[in-house]
């Protein structure tokens, strides 16, 4: 019988570093420099961001999603979810941790699928935080169905020659390589003809054609590309994996990286929750404080609920990741989890935002900026629906259709065996019935 809710108190000594360090230290860098996490460091923030980073190596919680081979603490899912509930309160905090996403994922796929010479050109700098990597899978006419992706890649001599559009490609604009998800074979099934590739983003032919921004981002400023490949050449060895392993890679990417954005939305709820309550116990209004207002509480009660449950799914989901070690025995909470996340967000954002009234929607506090978190996660890594659709065929797995049509709990027929069953007892009411 192992059920266990509490935090060792080893680990809960480094989860409260994390949190001390990170109010103190790094959310200061979430005003300083906004939007600036995936640009490569100038001098000046270099001279904050390094030694930062250093006191995270010498804590030994650099790049926790990942095992001591590969420069991580090997922690697993459950503690690096406890610990991504910090981080996921500030925009920088991920990258002076050595964990921010995309590259997290991408990280991994390159472990996991790459030849010696591709970790050492392209997951070593990775691991170093030293560069960033881009993803470059959904087409502008086509993402949540990618069989109907056409970006192709057609062998000539000993090199691939990639033509096609990528559409939202985040990061791509700061990003030493892309991951880019092409056709190889026509002939086949989407799922066994489509490959991955590394292609070095100076490599000739890649072009941005524009960067597209989220919400009021100033057009042009966004950080997310189309991108054009026009011919672009690489070489044989700049495959990832296997011919037409592509579908199977982007399990992998895709697998880790949603529930760790769930990780980190839980800490984003978390920071609106403490908004929501530290107003309703600083502001009165009619005779009393918001905290003595039943709507203000009834916000708060329906936000505690609903944070605890989505907390609580997650950290299980963490945990059968550990457990099992096969992102596809866990799919159907991963998708679940995912399904979950935009509407925590969207609920707990929108009450902290009424509770602060006109304050709550102004750019003095980061609510409003909050808000658009949960429509991106309902379309980032997938939308919501597709992601139903995986949840109920899984559960539908487990389960069988009625034997005659009638369903198994109908009464007649259970009420028939029941009287079968106790026939002997019920003989001896007969006169009493
Ligand atoms: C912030 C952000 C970052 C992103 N970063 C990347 C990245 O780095 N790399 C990358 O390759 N892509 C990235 N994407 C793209 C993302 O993967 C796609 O937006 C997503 O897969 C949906 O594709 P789409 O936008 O083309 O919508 P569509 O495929 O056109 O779908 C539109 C809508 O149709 C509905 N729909 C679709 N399929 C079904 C279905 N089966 N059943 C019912 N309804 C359905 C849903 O409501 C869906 O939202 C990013 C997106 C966002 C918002």
């Known amino acids: 019988m192992a059920w266990d809710f509490e935090t060792d108190p080893e680990f809960q000594d480094q989860l409260d570093w994390i949190a001390a360090f990170v109010a103190e230290e790094v959310e200061p860098l979430d005003l300083l420099w906004p939007g600036l996490e995936f640009t490569p460091l100038d001098d000046s923030r270099r001279a904050v961001v390094d030694p930062l980073k250093q006191e995270v190596r010498d804590r030994g919680l650099w790049a926790s999603h990942l095992g001591p081979e590969l420069g991580g603490n090997g922690y697993g899912q459950l503690k690096l979810s406890l610990m991504n509930e910090i981080l996921g309160r500030s925009s920088w905090a991920p990258i002076v941790f050595g964990c921010q996403a995309p590259?997290?994922?991408?990280?991994?796929?390159?472990?996991?699928?790459?030849?010696?010479?591709?970790?050492?050109?392209?997951?070593?700098?990775?691991?170093?935080?030293?560069?960033?990597?881009?993803?470059?899978?959904?087409?502008?006419?086509?993402?949540?169905?990618?069989?109907?992706?056409t970006t192709r890649a057609v062998p000539d001599g000993d090199d691939w020659v990639i033509n096609g559009s990528k559409f939202f490609s985040s990061n791509a604009r700061t990003a030493a390589f892309l991951i880019v998800?092409?056709?190889?074979?026509?002939?086949?099934?989407?799922?066994?003809?489509?490959?991955?590739?590394?292609?070095?983003?100076?490599?000739?032919?890649?072009?941005?054609?524009?960067?597209?921004?989220?919400?009021?981002?100033?057009?042009?400023?966004?950080?997310?590309?189309?991108?054009?490949?026009?011919?672009?050449?690489v070489p044989a060895d700049a495959l990832l994996g296997g011919e037409g392993q592509a579908f199977a890679i982007a399990q992998t990417r895709l697998g880790g990286g949603r529930i760790h954005h769930a990780m980190r939305t839980i800490g984003?709820?978390?920071?609106?929750?403490?908004?929501?309550?530290?107003?309703?116990?600083?502001?009165?209004?009619?005779?009393?404080?918001?905290?003595?207002?039943?709507?203000?509480?009834?916000?708060?009660?329906?936000?505690?609920?609903?944070?605890?449950?989505?907390?609580?799914?997650?950290?299980?989901?963490?945990?059968?990741?550990?457990?099992?070690?096969?992102?596809?025995?866990?799919?159907?909470?991963?998708?679940?989890?995912?399904?979950?996340?935009?509407?925590?967000?969207?609920?707990?954002?929108?009450?902290?935002?009424?509770?602060?009234?006109?304050?709550?929607?102004?750019?003095?506090?980061?609510?409003a900026q909050m808000l658009l978190t949960g429509p991106i996660l309902g379309l980032a890594d997938g939308p919501t629906e597709v992601h139903k659709v995986t949840v109920a065929r899984q559960v539908l797995r487990d389960h069988r259709p009625s034997q005659d049509g009638w369903p198994t709990e109908h009464r007649p027929r259970k009420l028939a065996a029941a009287r079968e069953k106790y026939a002997a007892y019920l003989d001896l009411e007969v006169g009493n019935l």
Request: aromatic share 8%; proline share 6%.
């Open 103 to 149: 590259d997290t994922g991408n990280a991994e796929i390159i472990a996991h699928y790459g030849t010696p010479d591709q970790k050492a050109r392209y997951l070593q700098p990775l691991l170093d935080g030293e560069c960033f990597s881009s993803y470059s899978m959904t087409e502008p006419h086509a993402g949540s169905d990618p069989t109907l992706f």
């Open 181 to 233: 998800m092409a056709l190889t074979d026509p002939e086949v099934s989407p799922y066994q003809g489509m490959s991955m590739f590394l292609v070095p983003t100076d490599t000739p032919g890649v072009e941005i054609v524009r960067n597209i921004g989220l919400g009021s981002e100033p057009p042009g400023e966004g950080s997310h590309a189309l991108i054009d490949y026009r011919d672009v050449r």
């Open 268 to 367: 984003l709820c978390n920071r609106a929750f403490d908004m929501m309550c530290e107003r309703a116990l600083s502001r009165e209004t009619q005779g009393g404080l918001l905290a003595e207002k039943q709507f203000v509480q009834g916000f708060i009660a329906d936000s505690y609920a609903q944070l605890a449950q989505f907390r609580l799914f997650v950290l299980q989901t963490a945990w059968s990741i550990d457990r099992y070690q096969d992102y596809r025995k866990v799919r159907k909470d991963i998708a679940a989890v995912k399904t979950l996340m935009p509407g925590v967000i969207t609920d707990i954002v929108l009450r902290a935002i009424q509770v602060h009234g006109a304050l709550g929607v102004s750019n003095e506090l980061p609510l």
